[in-house]
Protein backbone atom coordinates (compact mmCIF):
# COMPACT_ATOMS: atom_id res chain seq x y z
CA UNK A 1 0.00 0.00 0.00
CA UNK A 2 2.49 2.66 1.00
CA UNK A 3 4.44 1.84 -2.77
CA UNK A 4 0.97 2.96 -4.22
CA UNK A 5 1.21 6.49 -2.16
CA UNK A 6 4.43 6.88 -3.24
CA UNK A 7 3.46 6.20 -6.61
CA UNK A 8 1.05 8.60 -6.78
CA UNK A 9 3.04 11.06 -4.90
CA UNK A 10 5.80 11.28 -7.34
CA UNK A 11 4.48 10.64 -10.84
CA UNK A 12 1.36 12.36 -10.00
CA UNK A 13 -0.21 10.16 -12.58
CA UNK A 14 -3.55 8.47 -12.98
CA UNK A 15 -4.53 5.20 -11.21
CA UNK A 16 -6.48 3.23 -13.64
CA UNK A 17 -9.68 2.69 -13.46
CA UNK A 18 -11.56 -0.41 -13.36
CA UNK A 19 -12.54 -0.51 -16.76
CA UNK A 20 -9.51 0.57 -18.00
CA UNK A 21 -6.94 -1.40 -19.54
CA UNK A 22 -3.28 -1.07 -17.90
CA UNK A 23 -0.58 0.48 -19.98
CA UNK A 24 2.57 -1.34 -21.10
CA UNK A 25 4.97 1.26 -19.36
CA UNK A 26 3.14 0.95 -15.71
CA UNK A 27 5.17 -0.70 -13.10
CA UNK A 28 2.52 -3.87 -11.22
CA UNK A 29 1.62 -2.98 -7.63
CA UNK A 30 1.63 -6.34 -6.75
CA UNK A 31 5.47 -6.88 -7.02
CA UNK A 32 7.89 -5.10 -5.12
CA UNK A 33 10.77 -3.20 -7.11
CA UNK A 34 14.01 -4.92 -7.53
CA UNK A 35 15.75 -3.01 -4.99
CA UNK A 36 13.58 -3.91 -2.26
CA UNK A 37 14.03 -7.71 -3.16
CA UNK A 38 17.48 -7.18 -3.31
CA UNK A 39 17.43 -5.56 0.29
CA UNK A 40 14.96 -8.13 2.05
CA UNK A 41 17.03 -11.13 0.62
CA UNK A 42 20.66 -9.25 2.49
CA UNK A 43 18.31 -8.63 5.96
CA UNK A 44 17.43 -12.65 5.04
CA UNK A 45 20.79 -13.79 5.04
CA UNK A 46 22.21 -11.60 7.48
CA UNK A 47 19.17 -12.97 9.90
CA UNK A 48 19.42 -16.45 8.76
CA UNK A 49 23.58 -16.34 9.23
CA UNK A 50 23.17 -15.08 12.15
CA UNK A 51 20.36 -17.24 13.61
CA UNK A 52 22.98 -20.49 12.01
CA UNK A 53 26.02 -19.07 13.74
CA UNK A 54 24.25 -18.08 17.28
CA UNK A 55 20.53 -19.50 17.73
CA UNK A 56 20.69 -23.04 15.89
CA UNK A 57 23.72 -24.16 18.34
CA UNK A 58 22.06 -23.10 21.26
CA UNK A 59 18.92 -24.75 20.42
CA UNK A 60 20.85 -27.97 19.12
CA UNK A 61 22.80 -27.47 22.87
CA UNK A 62 19.34 -27.27 25.01
CA UNK A 63 17.98 -30.20 22.41
CA UNK A 64 21.15 -32.00 23.51
CA UNK A 65 20.78 -31.62 26.91
CA UNK A 66 17.20 -32.25 27.23
CA UNK A 67 17.70 -36.19 25.12
CA UNK A 68 20.68 -36.90 27.55
CA UNK A 69 18.53 -35.57 30.57
CA UNK A 70 15.47 -37.64 29.42
CA UNK A 71 18.18 -40.91 28.88
CA UNK A 72 19.80 -40.20 32.07
CA UNK A 73 16.64 -40.20 33.56
CA UNK A 74 15.41 -43.58 31.62
CA UNK A 75 18.88 -44.87 32.64
CA UNK A 76 18.93 -44.10 36.06
CA UNK A 77 14.88 -45.28 36.46
CA UNK A 78 15.96 -48.19 34.86
CA UNK A 79 19.20 -48.52 37.55
CA UNK A 80 16.29 -47.90 40.24
CA UNK A 81 14.30 -50.61 39.02
CA UNK A 82 17.08 -52.75 39.04
CA UNK A 83 17.68 -52.36 42.36
CA UNK A 84 14.40 -52.38 43.74
CA UNK A 85 14.19 -55.61 41.76
CA UNK A 86 17.36 -56.09 44.27
CA UNK A 87 16.05 -55.30 46.93
CA UNK A 88 12.80 -56.91 46.28
CA UNK A 89 14.51 -60.55 45.49
CA UNK A 90 17.07 -60.04 48.93
CA UNK A 91 13.51 -59.41 51.03
CA UNK A 92 12.84 -62.31 49.42
CA UNK A 93 15.43 -64.47 50.48
CA UNK A 94 15.58 -63.21 53.97
CA UNK A 95 12.07 -63.86 54.37
CA UNK A 96 12.27 -67.25 53.09
CA UNK A 97 15.30 -67.61 55.63
CA UNK A 98 12.97 -66.38 58.03
CA UNK A 99 10.11 -68.61 57.68
CA UNK A 100 12.94 -71.40 57.55
CA UNK A 101 14.28 -70.19 60.86
CA UNK A 102 11.36 -69.79 62.35
CA UNK A 103 9.63 -73.20 61.36
CA UNK A 104 13.51 -74.49 62.72
CA UNK A 105 12.71 -72.67 65.72
CA UNK A 106 9.08 -74.13 66.22
CA UNK A 107 10.32 -77.99 65.21
CA UNK A 108 12.85 -77.41 68.25
CA UNK A 109 10.42 -75.91 70.45
CA UNK A 110 8.11 -79.06 69.60
CA UNK A 111 10.80 -81.38 70.42
CA UNK A 112 12.03 -79.78 74.20
CA UNK A 113 8.37 -79.45 74.56
CA UNK A 114 8.43 -83.38 73.70
CA UNK A 115 11.11 -83.82 76.79
CA UNK A 116 9.98 -81.57 78.96
CA UNK A 117 6.84 -83.47 78.70
CA UNK A 118 8.21 -87.11 78.76
CA UNK A 119 10.64 -86.00 81.51
CA UNK A 120 7.77 -84.52 83.92
CA UNK A 121 5.92 -88.09 83.13
CA UNK A 122 8.85 -89.67 84.03
CA UNK A 123 9.37 -87.62 87.24
CA UNK A 124 5.66 -87.97 87.68
CA UNK A 125 5.72 -91.82 87.63
CA UNK A 126 9.17 -92.13 90.08
CA UNK A 127 6.78 -89.99 92.67
CA UNK A 128 3.84 -91.98 92.39
CA UNK A 129 5.90 -95.15 92.25
CA UNK A 130 7.43 -93.83 95.45
CA UNK A 131 4.15 -92.18 97.24
CA UNK A 132 2.31 -95.83 96.54
CA UNK A 133 6.16 -97.78 98.07
CA UNK A 134 5.88 -95.29 100.78
CA UNK A 135 1.94 -96.44 101.17
CA UNK A 136 2.58 -100.04 100.77
CA UNK A 137 5.26 -99.84 103.26
CA UNK A 138 3.25 -97.69 105.71
CA UNK A 139 0.27 -100.23 105.41
CA UNK A 140 2.30 -103.13 106.08
CA UNK A 141 3.79 -101.12 109.27
CA UNK A 142 -0.23 -100.13 110.28
CA UNK A 143 -0.85 -103.72 109.20
CA UNK A 144 2.11 -105.28 111.30
CA UNK A 145 1.06 -103.14 114.54
CA UNK A 146 -2.65 -104.24 113.98
CA UNK A 147 -1.41 -107.84 113.87
CA UNK A 148 1.01 -107.06 116.98
CA UNK A 149 -2.04 -105.38 118.73
CA UNK A 150 -4.22 -108.09 117.52
CA UNK A 151 -2.05 -110.51 118.72
CA UNK A 152 -1.19 -109.19 122.29
CA UNK A 153 -5.28 -108.46 123.08
CA UNK A 154 -6.28 -111.74 121.81
CA UNK A 155 -2.75 -113.29 124.04
CA UNK A 156 -4.38 -111.82 127.01
CA UNK A 157 -7.63 -112.32 126.08
CA UNK A 158 -7.12 -116.52 125.89
CA UNK A 159 -4.97 -116.03 129.29
CA UNK A 160 -8.40 -114.74 130.76
CA UNK A 161 -10.33 -117.43 129.22
CA UNK A 162 -8.18 -119.83 130.19
CA UNK A 163 -8.11 -118.85 133.75
CA UNK A 164 -11.74 -118.66 133.87
CA UNK A 165 -11.99 -121.89 132.66
CA UNK A 166 -9.09 -123.61 134.57
CA UNK A 167 -10.54 -121.34 137.83
CA UNK A 168 -6.86 -120.14 139.27
CA UNK A 169 -4.77 -117.48 138.17
CA UNK A 170 -1.50 -118.29 135.56
CA UNK A 171 0.90 -116.29 137.36
CA UNK A 172 3.78 -118.08 136.04
CA UNK A 173 5.25 -116.20 133.16
CA UNK A 174 6.74 -118.79 131.23
CA UNK A 175 3.35 -120.78 131.07
CA UNK A 176 1.34 -117.65 130.61
CA UNK A 177 4.19 -117.10 127.24
CA UNK A 178 3.57 -120.92 126.16
CA UNK A 179 -0.03 -120.78 126.20
CA UNK A 180 -0.20 -117.60 124.26
CA UNK A 181 2.32 -118.93 121.66
CA UNK A 182 0.08 -122.26 121.87
CA UNK A 183 -3.37 -120.24 121.18
CA UNK A 184 -1.43 -118.31 118.59
CA UNK A 185 -0.70 -120.60 116.90
CA UNK A 186 -3.74 -122.89 116.64
CA UNK A 187 -4.98 -119.19 115.48
CA UNK A 188 -2.61 -118.90 112.52
CA UNK A 189 -3.43 -123.00 111.10
CA UNK A 190 -7.17 -121.70 111.63
CA UNK A 191 -6.77 -118.80 110.12
CA UNK A 192 -5.60 -120.40 106.96
CA UNK A 193 -7.84 -122.81 106.63
CA UNK A 194 -10.47 -120.74 107.11
CA UNK A 195 -9.63 -118.04 104.79
CA UNK A 196 -8.95 -120.58 101.65
CA UNK A 197 -12.25 -121.76 102.11
CA UNK A 198 -14.20 -118.52 101.82
Given at each position: ????????????????????????????????????????????????????????????????????????????????????????????????????????????????????EAEHRAKAEA????????????????????????????????????????????????????????????????????????
Amino acid sequence: MTNVIFYLAEGGEKLPLDGEPQGAGAPNILLPAPYDIVWSLVVFLIVFLLFWKFVLPKFQEVLAEREDRIKGGIERAQAAQAEAKAALEKNNAQLAEARAEAAQIREDAREKGKEIEAEHRAKAEAESRRIIEAGEKQLMASREQVVAELRNELGQNSINLAEELLGHELSDSTRRSNTIDQFLSQLDSVAPAGSSGK
